[in-house]
């Protein structure tokens, strides 16, 4: 039976699992529609071994594909999309959360990856930088870093309320936005998927662009200091 969660594309793709690539976001969606979006993100997010998942550029493609002007990849649901992207990236982060409340460092110590222990170090210095309010939020747009901070404001004994208040609006903030802007964009310019991978690109820069300006802000007001 079809679903809405699924476009026709998962049928001929479930037949031969390798056909899939998870570093592709138009893979992923058109393989698994609405819900593979929230299982990327609950992984990307609550996982340590999502770390290498590509949440940004999914986001961003998955907005693109819900405007009748792509044409390249599926054909998805706005609401759906966006309700996908909010779940998986909030119940991701609030189970990395809980994981490193109770498994604490020893999680990132077991791994021998050298890109998630320099993600642990960015997100300590977040944490230490600007407080787990403002570092919560800044690190939805960090990749590595999003996936890291949440197990580590577990560890570190962050308050549960803090962390779930911000947390939710970060992840809104972060969700939202990048889809709403690849809607925004598939909907104003004809084809656009043709240049899907410069825009991906550039949308990744984009997307630090908050946490630099914290950066330059801290600067300056350290200097005043």
Partial sequence: MWSPWAPPAVHALA?????????NAGSLLGAFGALGIAVVLFAETGLLIGFFLPGDSLLFTAGLFCTTGARSGPHLDLAQVL????????????????????GGRGLLARSRSERLHAGALRAEELLARYG???????????PVVRTVLNPLAGALGVNVRTFTLWQV???????FGLVLAGYALGSSVPNVDRYLLPIVAVVVLVSLLPLLLELRRSRRRAKHR
Avoid: E
């Fill in 15 to 23: 037949l031969d699992p390798l056909a899939v690539d998870p570093l």
């Fill in 83 to 102: 309700a996908a992207s909010a779940v998986g990236a909030l119940a991701g982060a609030q189970v990395g959360f809980l994981i490193g409340r109770r």
């Fill in 169 to 175: 609006v970060g992840g809104l903030v972060w969700t």
């Fill in 132 to 142: 787990h309010r403002k570092a919560v939020v800044l690190a939805r747009f960090v």
